[in-house]
């Protein structure tokens, strides 16, 4: 069974500076596109970011200049560094992966379960 685990969010100051990390387990042949969202409170599921197994990278116009997508393919893992982190940063943040399981296995789209990240003084 495929899994994917965020962990590093918590409370931050305005200004203040998290490192997400997100990193996949169990049966994976490939990974293709990894991925963050965040889902702030009353608000829909939006793209922060996204980056491909060769390391090209998207952002949300909103934030390209403050969050660092990046990966690590030998560890199965994602990586969000948010800087000059704002009020309305707060949201659960969710990483996402294309995976294939097996070598005739289609590349199916996961989810992990979020972390929530609140900035607040």
């Known amino acids: 069974q495929v899994q994917l685990v965020e962990s590093g969010g918590g409370l931050v100051q305005p200004g203040g500076s998290l490192r997400l990390s997100c990193a996949a387990s169990?049966?994976?042949?490939?990974?293709?596109?990894m991925g963050w969202y965040r889902q702030p409170p009353g608000k829909q599921r939006e793209l922060v970011a996204t980056?491909?197994?060769?390391?090209?990278?998207n952002y949300a116009d909103s934030m390209k200049d403050r969050f660092t997508i990046s990966r690590d393919n030998a560890k199965n893992t994602v990586y969000l560094g948010m800087n000059s982190l704002k009020p309305e940063d707060t949201a659960v943040y969710y990483c996402?992966?294309?995976?294939?399981?097996?070598?005739?296995?289609?590349?199916?789209?996961?989810w992990g379960q979020g972390t929530q990240v609140a900035v607040s003084s």
């Open positions: 996402n992966a294309e995976i294939q399981a097996d070598w005739n296995s289609p590349l199916r789209e996961r």
């Open positions: 980056i491909t197994s060769g390391g090209r990278t």
């Open positions: 169990g049966s994976i042949f490939r990974i293709n596109d």
